[in-house]
């Protein structure tokens, strides 16, 4: 699968449970939207990565990535304790300076 270095970093931080790592992906001024609720800046995406993990334990696993210039949008099966589970995702990126400036979860 083509996906760009940071996202495969994303993906592979987020399987391991490395908060640092999944941080470490995102400009310091990143914005996230998930679940209707969007979060700014690495400490509040921190925040919500960690609470989503102990919300849900889930693992999303990409299966397919459509890239466009700076735009990324990868499906990811993610399985663990919600509901439906596993479902098919959409994982809507915008890449600046080889970081995920955004992240929209749909």
């Given amino acids: 699968m083509n996906m760009p270095k940071v996202l495969e970093a994303f993906f592979e931080a987020d399987r391991r449970e490395d908060e640092h790592s999944v941080v470490r992906t995102f400009t310091v001024d990143a914005i ?3 679940e ?3 979060y700014q800046g ?3 995406i ?3 990565w960690l609470a989503a993990k102990q ?3 889930h693992v999303a696993e990409p299966l397919e990535a ?3 210039g700076n735009t990324a ?12 589970s596993p479902v098919t995702l959409c994982y ?4 600046s300076d080889d970081k995920i400036a955004s992240l929209e979860i749909r």
């Fill in 32 to 34: 996230v939207a998930d």
């Fill in 36 to 38: 209707g609720a969007s």
């Fill in 42 to 44: 690495v400490l509040a």
């Fill in 46 to 48: 921190r925040d919500w």
């Fill in 55 to 57: 919300k849900a334990q």
């Fill in 66 to 68: 459509m890239v466009d």
């Fill in 73 to 84: 949008f990868v499906r990811a099966k993610v399985s663990g304790q919600l509901s439906g």
């Fill in 92 to 95: 809507a990126f915008a890449i």
